[in-house]
């Protein structure tokens, strides 16, 4: 079992950057795809971008692409969502996901607590 906890979420106003991190315990393996969604009120929730802990690549919303930056440190079982010029679309609660699959589609098998993002105009 691996346990994600999210963190770095508040109120920021619109144009403003948050770093957002999720730590990885528990069962850990050698290779995950580690990912952040959000889910707004009465929408959906909806991919933001993911990254493969063993290469690092890679994949991003469209809305997201130019603004948001994911990363990871394996040797601290954390990754990072560095989010940039932040509209009031964006505001929305966060979540961590991980998956020893590949492809964002399809389930993924952990899932964190969820952290909330604020952006005011």
């Known amino acids: 079992q691996v346990q994600l906890v999210e963190s770095g979420g508040g109120l920021v106003q619109a144009g403003g950057s948050l770093r957002l991190s999720c730590a990885a315990s528990g069962r850990t393996a050698s290779s995950y795809l580690m990912g952040w969604f959000r889910q707004a009120p009465g929408k959906e929730r909806e991919f933001v971008a993911a990254v493969r802990t063993s290469s690092g690549r890679t994949s991003y919303a469209d809305s997201v692409k130019g603004r948001f930056t994911i990363s990871r440190d394996n040797a601290q079982n954390t990754v990072y969502l560095q989010m940039n010029s932040l509209k009031p679309e964006d505001t929305a609660v966060y979540y961590c996901?991980?998956?020893?699959?590949?492809?964002?589609?399809?389930?993924?098998?952990?899932w964190g607590q969820g952290t909330q993002v604020t952006v005011s105009s």
């Open positions: 996901a991980g998956k020893l699959g590949s492809g964002v589609s399809g389930a993924w098998d952990y």
